[in-house]
């Protein structure tokens, strides 16, 4: 029962933080009312879409885990 529970929070908080990103990040609105996050949005959104370039650190993790190789 306490697993249930926990996964339903752990999915609802995943729901809401992608509602969010595209509600704040890609469409703009809610930009007056949170001023410091939309820009962290909708970077945030950019990388989900594949148009930003990965940060140096992630790709040196790659490379550490031999995913990628160039």
Request: aromatic residues 2%; positive net charge; without cysteine.
């Amino acid at each position: 029962m306490t697993a249930i529970v926990v996964a339903s929070l752990l999915l609802l908080t995943l729901i809401i933080a992608i509602v969010g990103v595209v509600v704040v990040g890609l469409e703009g609105r809610g930009v007056a009312r949170l001023p410091r996050l939309a820009p962290r949005l909708r970077r945030a959104a950019r990388h989900l879409n594949g148009e930003a370039t990965p940060p140096p650190a992630f790709l040196r993790l790659l490379r550490r885990l031999h995913v990628i190789t160039s």
